[in-house]
Every structure is written in structure tokens, then in C-alpha cells.
């Protein structure tokens, strides 16, 4: 084994330039290489979760953004036989450990055929529950006219997950801001998009 | 007030050490004794404030115009390297005494996750706080990095107090060292997790 | 040493988690099912090696002095491709373990490879190095996220053998570290180190 070399100023300028430069130049290239099947992975994700929150569509989803409150919000919406079959609007609102993101499926007439969660952070065991079938089938087939969004807690029709209120009502919310942009689209007006203490906002309208 | 919630959170409920495992090298190693734990809780706190709001600064006015996002870990610990070696000479230059107290533990602190923890996570985590989900503003940052590191310091520090009682039990021959500080870093997190919820 | 036990020493006699103790972090954050640990266990291995073989090339040519941050900028350049990487094919795994796969970086077994192995040895032993030191690492994250998964969740490798919950704690914060503990003592108790 060779000694390494001796650590006169020039040497280690030289050298730890060198080591930057080099790893930089792989770095942009690996970069390069993989931005597109990145990119890929991203639409896979989104394009999954549409298909499952929405019924059979025909071609791909188009996204569109609606302008509300100084914030955009991004959608997409799906035709089936010429016609606009639904919209899959993801909305978010603050959980227990960071934000619910949550993808929700709106046919047509006005009926929420199913919902995903994008991502949360909720606790494992207990608020991260909400993305099984046990909490999350009931958003399946909901009729926002019928069913009054909000934990039986607060007087709604929605049963929380053990332990978990906070998430629950999260998730609710964000079904209820996807449903507020939901009618803005229809309607073309400015949503009223809810964070939390207002669920109930959202309720009265009807 | 969001600030309020901002430091309750970080130094209870979502605790860097015993809620999200950031930092446990020291946290095992260096918590022997309440002296230095003492020190080397001071040498992180000064350290992740420092080094947070230096690379936040660097994520938003460098790497996000230039658009070299790709760059952020590799600059991001040659940031928080060099800051730590900055840190070390100051220190030793002003105040001699402070450099006696907390030299020791800086050049550890590079490789301390904690200090590239919460800088990454002020940059690419978005954040409720009682509002809307949203990115971390500079005040923001500053204020939660301070708060984390403060929660380090607590939880370290009640960690070597009880190590320290420890230390003076006799302790099954396989449970010597650090299996007995995981058993008490389980309790104290389970401590913790009672304040889960208040935020 | 041959490179058949340059390769097995990590698994016991030099295994980095349950003897050397080295890379706490994500051995208790992120084994909170088999899986995971697997997952995070391979992603260091990745790193491990490769930053073991560069390493092990290319310090002939550098000056002792700026010796750390050389190796912080080369673990750091193989860290960002294995991001790039994870995120194009795997990109499920990728959100599970989040942060913690940056954070890889600052892994002591990392940096502590290149310290006491890489830089003296040659490229292939300090290959073997790392792919020993790193099937020891991902054998001890895969077995504590084994004995957390089936305690917390009733659940071996994703298959539900129970129904309803577990004993919740040991997905939780306290379940790691005390499920760790005990993974050290038996450990211990096994191989008679202590």
C-alpha cells in the first residue's frame, strides 16, 4: 500500500476539486438517465390511482386546473362515449402527522365513486388504518346529498377510525374540499376550500 | 401562536430522538454521563440552527433557481462539513472557554443525522401546524430546527440522568451497555408518546 | 483474509448492528416490518460497495487532510445516484423509507468502512468488504423488522396470520428500541460474546 499523497495546500485543492467535479459529472448524467422513467413512475402513480377511483373510462385522463382563493388546483377529468364521465381531484387537509393528501373520484352526477390516499404520514397502526378498506369503503359509492360528511362524533354519518379521530376528520375534509372544487368546476365559481375547524361550513350549504 | 405550536411540537409530540429516531448515534453513545450530555446537546443545538438556516437559504436561492435540485445531499453535508469546521475555529478564536466546554463534540457532529435530518426535511417536507399543509417559510424554519434541537437536548438529557442511576444497579451480564439504555430509551419514548395528540 | 470471510464476518463476528452497533438510526426507524428493514438493509449494501471499491481506487491520490470530506463527497455522489435510482424503479419502497435514504450519507458503517477498511486495502477485498459488512447489516434490519412486523402487526413479510391488531407498541417508537434490546442480549447470549 503506497502512502497517500502529502497534504501541501495545492494537493488537497487539486484533489478535493477534482472528487467534486467528478461526482458532479456522474451525478448529472445518472440525472439525465433516469429523469425519465422517474417521470414515468410519477404518472403510473397518479394514472393508478385515477383508474381506481373513477369508473371504466375511455383514452387517457386530461388534466385541467381551476383557479380558487389565489391557489390552483390541478384535476383530471375523464370521458366515457363523448361525454364527461367524472373527476378525480386530489385535495388535502392537516392529519395527526402531517397532511392527508387524497385523491377523490367524482362521477358526473355528483356521486363519489371511490377515493385513494396520495400520501399521509399518520401514525402506523392507528391513523395510517385509513387507507384500508375498512375505513376508507365507506367514501365507496357516497352520495354527499344523503350521507352527512363528518364522524359520528360531530353528529355526521362516517365512522372514524379507532384511536384516530384526527385522521379520520382529515380524510373527511379533504373529501369535502375535493367536493367544494367539485361544484366550482361545475358551477365555475371559487370554491370554498375548508383547512379543518370548518367542516362544517362545507355542510350547511346544502 | 403558531410558533407556540411549532416548539411543543417539536420538542414533545414529534420528539427528533424518540418519535423519529434522528440522532441516536450520540443519543447511545455520548449519554454516559450528564456532563456530556449537557455539552454535546449545546454543540447540536447551535450546530442544526445554524446549519438549517444555511441550507435552507442555499436550497431556495441556489439549487431551486439553477435547478440542480439533484445536488441537494451532496452540497447539503459539505455545507453543514464545512459550517462545523467554521464553528470549531470561531469558537476557538472568541471564546475559549465555550470551545472547552463543547469543542469535543463538533467534529462528531458532521455525521450526527440529526443536523442533515432536519435540514432535508425543512426542505422537501410539507408541514401542518394547526393551518393549511404548506412549506416551512424562513422564520418558520429557524424557529422548528431550534425546537427540534432543544427536544434533542431534553431528551438526551433526562436519557444520561437515568443512565447514570443505571450505572449504579447491578445489571444482568448480557443487558450491560447498550442493551439496558435501549430498555430505558423504550420507556422514556413510551413516556413521550403521551403527549401524542396534543397538537 | 480470503475473500470468503471477508465476505461472512459481517454476518457475526463483525455483524454491525448486534456487535458493532454502528448505523442506529435507520435500524430502528425504519424496521417496522421485514420488508422495510430488507429494503433499507440493500440500499446501504448499494452504497456500501460501491463506496468501498472508489474509495479503496482512488485514495492513493488523496491528501490525508481532506481524507473525510473526499469520502463524505463520494458517499454522498453514490447516495444521490441510489436516490435517482430507487425513485425511477422502486418507487413505492423509495416513499417508505423517505428521509432515511438521503440520510444514508451520515451512516456511520458507511463512512466507518472507508476509514478502517477501504482506504488500505484493495478494490476487490474492499468490494467484498462492504458486500459482507452490508449482508450483515440488511440479515439484522431484515430479522428486528421480522420480530416487529409479526409483534405489532400479526404479520410475517406482508402475510396476516392474525386477524385484528398486535401489540401496537411495537410498531411505535418504545417497540424499537425494546425489540432491538432484546434482538442484542440473545445475540449475545447465541454467539457467547459477552
Do not use: W
Not at chain 1, 39 to 53: D, G, L, S
Not at chain 1, 58 to 78: F, K, L
Not at chain 3, 73 to 98: D, H, K, S
Amino acid at each position: 500500500m503506497t502512502m497517500a499523497l502529502q497534504s501541501t495546500l495545492k494537493n488537497m485543492v487539486l484533489s478535493l476539486g477534482i472528487i467534486c467535479l467528478a461526482s458532479s459529472a456522474i451525478l448529472a448524467g445518472v440525472y439525465a438517465l433516469t429523469k425519465e422513467p422517474i417521470e414515468a413512475a410519477a404518472a403510473a402513480k397518479t394514472n393508478n390511482a385515477i383508474r381506481q377511483v373513477l369508473p371504466e373510462f375511455d383514452g387517457e385522463p386530461e388534466m385541467a386546473s381551476i383557479e380558487a382563493g389565489g391557489q390552483s388546483y390541478d384535476y383530471y377529468v375523464v370521458n366515457k362515449g363523448g361525454a364527461v364521465a367524472g373527476y378525480a381531484i386530489t385535495a388535502s387537509a392537516s392529519g395527526f402527522g402531517g397532511p392527508v393528501t387524497v385523491m377523490v373520484g367524482i362521477t358526473a352526477d355528483g356521486i363519489v365513486y371511490n377515493t385513494s390516499v396520495l400520501s399521509q404520514s399518520e401514525t402506523p397502526g392507528l391513523g395510517a388504518k385509513c387507507t384500508e378498506p375498512e375505513f376508507a369503503g365507506q367514501f365507496k359509492n357516497l352520495d354527499p346529498s344523503k350521507t352527512k360528511l363528518a364522524v359520528k362524533k360531530d353528529g355526521g354519518d362516517i365512522d372514524a377510525i379507532t384511536a384516530s379521530t384526527i385522521t379520520s376528520r382529515a380524510y373527511i375534509v379533504a373529501v369535502n374540499n375535493a367536493l367544494a372544487i367539485y361544484k366550482a368546476i361545475r358551477e365555475g365559481s371559487a370554491p370554498d376550500v375548508s383547512t379543518g375547524a370548518s367542516v362544517e361550513d362545507a355542510q350547511t350549504e346544502k | 401562536m403558531e410558533y407556540l405550536i411549532i416548539l411543543v411540537s417539536a420538542i414533545f409530540v414529534n420528539n427528533i430522538l424518540l418519535a423519529q429516531f434522528l440522532g441516536c448515534c450520540p443519543f447511545l453513545g455520548v449519554s454516559n454521563k450528564l456532563s456530556t450530555a449537557v455539552g454535546m446537546s449545546g454543540a447540536v443545538c447551535f450546530v442544526i440552527t445554524l446549519s438549517t438556516l444555511v441550507t435552507y437559504l442555499l436550497q431556495y436561492y441556489v439549487l431551486v433557481p439553477l435547478h440542480i435540485e439533484f445536488m441537494q445531499t451532496i452540497s447539503f453535508i459539505l455545507v453543514i462539513a464545512a459550517l462545523v469546521q467554521m464553528v470549531e475555529i470561531i469558537l476557538k478564536k472568541i471564546s475559549p472557554s465555550l470551545y472547552q466546554a463543547l469543542g469535543i463534540f463538533l467534529p462528531l457532529i458532521t455525521t450526527n443525522c440529526a443536523v442533515l435530518g432536519i435540514a432535508l426535511i425543512v426542505v422537501t417536507k410539507e408541514f401542518t401546524f394547526g393551518g393549511d399543509p404548506h412549506m416551512l417559510n424562513l422564520v418558520e424554519t429557524v424557529v422548528y430546527a431550534f425546537a427540534s434541537s432543544l427536544g434533542f437536548g431534553l431528551a438526551m438529557i433526562l436519557f444520561a440522568g437515568l443512565r447514570e442511576q443505571i450505572a449504579l444497579n447491578k445489571v444482568p451480564k448480557p443487558f450491560r451497555g447498550i442493551p439496558i439504555a435501549l430498555v430505558t430509551a423504550s420507556i422514556l419514548a413510551m413516556a413521550f408518546m403521551g403527549f401524542s395528540g396534543m397538537v | 483474509m480470503g475473500k470468503f470471510k471477508l465476505i461472512t464476518k459481517g454476518l457475526v463476528k463483525e455483524n454491525p448492528t448486534f456487535v458493532l452497533l454502528l448505523g442506529m438510526c435507520p435500524t430502528l426507524a425504519t424496521t417496522t416490518s421485514a420488508i422495510n428493514g430488507m429494503g433499507m438493509g440493500l440500499a446501504t449494501m448499494f452504497v456500501l460497495v460501491l463506496s468501498n471499491m472508489a474509495i479503496s481506487a482512488t485514495a492513493p491520490y488523496i491528501p490525508d487532510k481532506v481524507r473525510i470530506p473526499s469520502y463524505i463527497v463520494i458517499i454522498a455522489a453514490f447516495v444521490t445516484v441510489l436516490q435517482f435510482i430507487m425513485q425511477a424503479y422502486t418507487p413505492a419502497m423509495y416513499e417508505t423509507l423517505g428521509l432515511f435514504i438521503p440520510l444514508i450519507v451520515v451512516n456511520c458503517i458507511v463512512l466507518g468502512r472507508a476509514e478502517a477498511f477501504a482506504n488500505k486495502n484493495s478494490v476487490i477485498d474492499s468490494a467484498c468488504d462492504g458486500l459482507g459488512i452490508g449482508l450483515g447489516f440488511t440479515m439484522s434490519l431484515t430479522i428486528l423488522g421480522l420480530v416487529r412486523e409479526i409483534l405489532g402487526s400479526g404479520s410475517a413479510f406482508g402475510f396476516k396470520f392474525i386477524s385484528g391488531d398486535g401489540i401496537l407498541a411495537f410498531v411505535l417508537a418504545p417497540g424499537a428500541f425494546l425489540a432491538l434490546a432484546y434482538l442484542i442480549v440473545l445475540f449475545r447470549k447465541i454467539t457467547k460474546m459477552n
